[in-house]
């Protein structure tokens, strides 16, 4: 595989860039978190809230990621060890190179979002792309509404980001975090139960609201069923099929669900934009 050594990310849309892992941060007993500088130690490009990354292990393989933070000099993604191409991430230290290339995908639909009030809902792995948007959120606060975030996890050791989750976050203007696992535990003193049924519970008002929602497709489908049951539009729900993007630029053809690719025309959609593609099979 030919590497772009100037790091130049959008000259070739095929052609990764050699960057280099500088953090590695465990959030669970599967998911790692990395921090990605270009060699020269630049951020390899500017992503918007929602689009991903093409990671590549140089000799093993490559895989589209979400883009959970960014800063001024760097890009994170967080990846889940489900197999042997994350397992082999998942051996990777601070010093290993790799290759990037993106941004890829749309983004959530910032403009709006804004002036709106926005109910945030992540489950396990998933709130990381949620993760994005809940930060330009908070680095642009005066320009949204209230916030709400709704994570589930299976227990308190798989909740992702837990700094942000139990600490950062519940201590921000104007929003307030629900929390809940899947299953009690000895270390585990808040709310248990699954997050389509807590979403009811909470019980939040459709009016004004708009939700980012990402996680487990069982989960999107059944949060989904609850949102509309409780009065929300279509139109107003957003969430986001990140993992059926393959190629990121429309060529591999293995996204394409009717007259729509994914990579090219999400992968953030509405669930009335959904509603358009055709069942398959």
Known sequence: MAIDHDCSCNKNPLLPSLCRVIDVKQETPDVQTYTIQTLDGRKPFSPLPGQLAMVSLLGVGE??????????????SSIKRTGLLTEAFHEMQPGQEI?????????????DLKGKDILFIGGGIGIAPVRSMIRYAFEHRDEFGHLDILYGARSKSDICFKEDVLENW?????????????????????????????IEEVGFKPEGKKVVLCGPPIMIKLSSE??????????????TLELR???????????????????????VFTLAELDELPDEK
């Open 170 to 198: 519940p201590k921000e203007k104007d929003t307030n975090v629900y929390v809940t696992t899947d299953v009690p535990s000895d270390d585990w003193d808040g709310h248990v139960g699954f997050v389509p049924s807590y």
């Open 226 to 239: 609850s949102l509309l049951k409780m009065g929300f539009q279509k139109e107003d729900v957003v969430t």
């Open 63 to 76: 895989a589209m990621f979400s883009i959970t933070a960014q800063g001024e000099d760097y890009i994170q």
């Open 245 to 267: 993007m393959k190629c990121g630029i429309g060529k591999c053809g293995r996204c394409n669900i009717g007259s729509k690719f994914v990579c090219l025309d999400g992968p």
């Open 99 to 111: 290759g990037v290339r993106g941004p890829y995908g749309n983004h959530f639909p910032i403009d």
